[in-house]
């Protein structure tokens, strides 16, 4: 079923994915169709809809545009079978729509309206909750100047409108009235004429506690109804003002439903061991105390409540004010009383406390929670121990942060050691809670990798992943900023530091989260009491030891990018040029280091930053971390000056996007590059900058055959004025712009380049001219084991050197040519090799490929779901940006694994040898015969067998003796290989069945190829 969406940009989508509605105009038609909601659209309505001034061709237009919709709608309806979804009705076009956004919100807020009305507020909550979460945008957000999308457009702004103010309506029956502010308050300042709002806004502000505000409120919105409509409130505004100037009964909240407690995560140990205490204080009959220790966020309190709704014991919580040595809140009278004697006050607080605690006890075992010990007074700490020492169940639990133990409760807790309490300390959550925890609060699967960050930057403290969890909205980038929630909590722990500390931080700050002490010490300069200060942020728990070499370094990360980002950008770059001198004389090899922090004080630094740059993005490529190398690159180009400094910049950084799979601006950038060697004249320096694009090169037909001309002119002629190893990297590159070439000036490139290489006992030269070798393998048909034999070389070359993209080729060449000799075990056993090494070095175009080759896997099986498994394979190759794979291979798929054998769909570059098989199927042979007559020869590369056996079966059909002969002469080398599957990705049967004369359709290997299973 399509899915589709209108509150928002117009989408549909299946259960495949995201539907490519192509443009403008295709999007309008459906958009109007779904305006109609299932009516018949006429086409003149279309045409009249889709422009002011209608064109000629109108009409067929509108055809080509259905046309479109439909095979996007449904990309499995057979040919010739009836549209399901988009239909022709007289006089014109309906669409069959189940599955519409804006229809489910219109009912969910139909039903809100009863489920208020019945009292059902928190299942309304949810259903608007969830109704209100399908907006993207403004309704037909691309069409809200058209008159025929205008009214539809004005009818679920409404109906949003009204849904917001039911919101709020379940939010005040739940009790929730200072939920119910945060979102009225924005709603009423945008329509501020609307009444309704303004009242439930007031309502809200008046049971949230804040009458001022409510009243400030009445005073605003009469004013702009005097000054804008000249008129007073209404009758319901004016009564509402009444009632809260009388404080009428009927406008308290009702009593809110006790809620759930947090989830807890990764803390069952330590629940186990609370509620083996509390076992022990039934089995006894005696006090039990339970100290539980940790930093902010740390989940102290969440555990407490957890404790609380295990035993569902009578609980009495106290809890300590946001300020030191004040007396715990707890639900009997207070020992402040002024002007008492203090210790006759401390008499009656136990008293009280004894007489509370004996009379719930009564009743049961008693839990009794102190939570934030470190900001209690001494009294409550003196009460705390007293009420251990009395015979009765109850299990006292108290919370402290470990890093904020004032005098008071360093006493105490030395007098608790007596009673033997449970101590528990909460750390960080692994990263597996982490994950864990941040899907619960997220309501939305996260992955590994997210995961990962969010545990690596929150240290796994619970409160700081959940605010990034919050914050985290599908964009990784989200998670590098810092919460405003988590931002408050450090400023307010870090104020308590000295001054002399709190400035050591921010300059540790500067230098990442390890900090290496003598970098810091140059920075901070003579005279700064530095190791005081890093045990005062030791104590505060900022920092621990457990960084490289036991050195220190931040907590949390969040903690650090605090400080950092608190800094002025002037005292930021200063600080950054001093770390960098510091660097420079006492770690002089570390250039990620250094580029880091000359990049950053900017300024006279940019040729320092680019040189460190550069040097430290080539390291990242010897140690096969692309990324890493993509990120420094760009730093180095970022502070290049112009000329050949720039240009390393450019071609190193267009390498390292190519291998990451940023295919797009890698040939942007090996464009300019050229670009700027020609105009300088430098046939040395054009060498140079063609031959510094060693990436490596799987399929054999180029992305961009007009930058592959340009290149290829440009390498010829810089060819004269290079030798040896140089001479070997521009005849590699050469080859490989030459891929597909008949002409056999390719393959005398890339054997020359074998050569040179193989000479200069350069792994990575050697690595790169058998890619160039591998793409001239195809001077005749059947060399998959030639190919083979150059994968296995080249896996092996560059497994013994730490070549990790060349490694990965050679194994995607092994899965190739075992795909094409009908080794699929062996093909099997290559792409997971190459799968693998992909997750280890984060390269993403590898599982693009791999997944062809799992598509693929199904169709040589005779799986039914291979023409879905292709297309999906389709969808992750068409987002990598590889035309010169992608154009017309999901067409040709299809037809490989098409019941009929015949062709339908947009063959792109294979067209012409799939086109006498089109003109039979349409029952037009001497158009058929001509197009077999003017097939043009197949390039040379991993179709070659495909194609030749596409022009065979035709040639069988139009019963052409002479053409079959010849066909089958070029196919004879590949007998025993299935035709095609050397790509990795599509085969058109086994050679044999053509070469035999008994083809049938193109999947016909399902059943006769021995070696498929």
Not at 239 to 264: F, K, S, V
Not at 342 to 352: E, G, I, M, N, V
Not at 743 to 766: C, F, I, K, Q
Not at 952 to 961: I, M, S
Request: charged content about 25%.
């Amino acid at each position: 079923m399509v899915a589709f969406g209108v509150l928002g940009p117009v989408r549909a989508e299946t259960a495949l994915g995201p539907v490519a509605l192509k443009g403008p105009r295709h999007r309008a038609v459906l958009a109007r169709l779904l305006i109609a909601r299932g009516r018949v659209v006429p086409v003149d309505t279309l045409i009249d809809d889709l422009w002011e001034e209608p064109p000629p061709g109108a009409v067929g237009a509108i055809r080509t545009f259905v046309a479109d919709l439909r095979r996007a709608l449904e990309p499995d309806r057979p040919p010739r079978q009836p549209a399901r979804v988009l239909i022709t009705a007289a006089p014109g076009y309906a669409l069959q729509a189940e599955d519409v956004d804006a229809w489910r919100f219109e009912t969910a807020v139909d039903e809100s309206a009863d489920l208020l009305a019945t009292g059902q507020a928190k299942a309304a909550l949810a259903g608007l909750d969830e109704a209100l979460a399908r907006w993207r945008g403004p309704a037909y957000a691309e069409w809200a100047d058209r008159h025929w999308a205008r009214a539809e457009i004005d009818r679920l702004d409404e109906l949003r409108i009204l849904a917001v103010e039911r919101r709020a309506e379940a939010l005040l029956g739940l009790g929730r009235a200072a939920d119910a502010v945060s979102g009225l308050q924005a709603h009423a300042e945008s329509h501020p004429l609307r009444e309704d709002a303004w009242h439930l806004l007031i309502t809200a502000l008046y049971r949230a506690g804040r009458q001022a505000d409510a009243l400030a409120a009445l005073r605003r919105v009469r004013d702009t109804l005097v000054d804008e409509l000249g008129v007073d409130p209404g009758p319901r505004l004016r009564q509402l003002e009444t009632d809260i100037l009388g404080q009428a009964a009927h406008l308290n909240p009702p009593a809110a439903p006790r809620p759930e407690p947090p989830p807890l995560i990764g803390r069952d140990d330590e629940l186990d061991r609370l509620l083996q205490a509390a076992g022990q204080v039934v089995s006894d009959g005696r006090p039990q105390l339970a100290l539980v220790s940790g930093d902010a966020g740390a989940g102290k309190t969440t555990l407490a409540e957890a404790l609380q709704h295990r035993l569902g014991w009578t609980v009495v919580w106290g809890h300590a004010p946001e300020y030191d040595g004040a007396p715990v809140a707890w639900p009997w009278p207070s020992a402040d009383q002024p002007g008492g004697d203090p210790a006759t006050a401390r008499f009656r607080l136990r008293q009280a406390a004894v007489a509370r605690v004996t009379a719930l006890a009564a009743g049961g075992p008693v839990l009794l929670v102190a939570d934030d010990l470190h900001r209690a007074d001494e009294a409550t700490l003196d009460l705390l121990a007293a009420l251990t020492a009395e015979p009765w169940p109850l299990l006292v639990l108290g919370t402290f942060r470990a890093t904020e133990i004032s005098p008071a409760l360093t006493a105490a807790l030395a007098r608790f050691a007596r009673a033997e309490p449970v101590r528990i300390q909460l750390g960080g959550l692994d990263e597996a809670a982490t994950g864990a925890l941040a899907r619960t609060v997220s309501g939305r699967e996260i992955d590994a990798p997210t995961a990962r960050l969010i545990h690596r930057r929150s240290g796994g403290n619970p409160f700081f992943v959940r605010e990034l969890a919050r914050l985290h909205e599908g964009d990784g980038d989200a998670l590098q900023q810092v919460p405003a929630g988590v931002r408050d909590v450090i400023r307010h722990r870090l104020a308590r530091l000295p001054d002399p500390a709190q400035t050591v931080l921010q300059q540790a700050a500067v230098l990442g989260q390890d900090i290496d002490p003598e970098v810091l010490a140059a920075l901070a300069g003579p005279g700064t009491p530095l190791l005081d200060a890093l045990d005062a942020a030791l104590r505060a728990g900022f920092l621990t030891e457990d960084g490289p070499g036991g050195q220190p370094r931040f907590t949390h990360l969040l903690v650090r990018d605090t400080l950092y980002d608190d800094l002025s950008a002037l005292r930021r770059a200063h600080w950054h040029a001093r770390a960098a001198s510091a660097l420079e004389r006492l770690r002089p090899d570390d250039v990620a280091a250094l580029a880091h922090h000359f990049g950053l004080a900017g300024g006279s630094t940019a040729p320092q930053a680019a040189r460190y740059a550069r040097a430290a993005a080539e390291l990242a490529e010897r140690g096969s971390r692309p990324h890493d190398a993509a990120r420094l690159w760009r730093q180095a180009l970022d502070s290049a000056a112009a000329g050949r400094q720039r240009l390393a910049a450019v071609m190193g950084l267009g390498r390292a996007l190519a291998v990451t799979g940023h295919l797009h601006e890698a040939r942007q950038l090996r464009d300019e590059a050229i670009t700027t060697a020609e105009q300088l004249d430098d046939p040395e320096l054009t060498a140079e900058v063609l031959a510094a694009f060693v990436v490596p090169a799987t399929w054999t037909r180029n992305d961009d055959e007009v930058l592959s001309a340009r290149i290829v002119a440009a390498a010829e002629h810089a060819l004269p004025a290079v030798r040896g190893a140089q001479r070997s990297r521009l005849l590699s590159t050469l080859a490989l712009e030459l891929r597909g070439d008949r002409t056999g000036r390719g393959d005398r490139a890339a054997r020359e380049a074998e050569a040179l290489a193989r000479e200069d006992g350069d792994p990575v030269l050697l690595a790169f001219a058998l890619n160039a070798r591998f793409m001239h393998t195809f001077r005749r048909t059947g060399l998959a084991r030639e190919r083979a034999a150059i994968g296995a070389e080249l896996a092996e070359v560059a497994a013994k050197h730490d070549l990790a993209t060349f490694e990965v080729l050679g194994r995607l060449i092994l899965m190739q040519a075992h795909s094409a000799l009908g080794d699929l075990a062996a093909a099997d056993a290559h792409a997971a090799a190459a799968d693998q090494l992909a997750d280890r070095y984060d390269l993403p175009v590898v599982g693009v490929l791999t997944t062809w080759y799992a598509a693929l896997r199904l169709a040589v099986t005779g799986d039914p779901g291979a023409a879905r498994a292709y297309r999906e394979a389709d969808g992750r190759l068409a987002a990598e940006d590889m035309p010169g794979m992608a154009d017309g291979l999901l067409a040709l798929a299809l037809l490989s694994v098409a019941a009929d054998g015949w062709a339908d769909g947009d063959f792109g570059p294979y067209e012409p040898w799939v086109r006498p098989l089109i003109l039979i199927s349409r029952g037009r042979p001497v158009e058929a015969a001509e197009a077999l007559r003017q097939a043009p020869e197949s390039p040379h590369d991993l179709l070659r067998e495909a194609r030749l056996c596409l022009l065979a079966r035709a040639a069988e059909h139009l019963d052409d003796k002479i053409i079959l002969a010849e066909l089958r002469e070029q196919l004879s080398p590949a007998a025993g290989e299935l035709a095609g599957a050397g790509t990795g990705a599509v085969t058109l049967g086994p050679v044999d069945d053509h070469l035999s004369g008994q083809p049938g359709p193109p999947n016909s290997h399902r059943r006769t190829h021995p070696t498929s299973q």
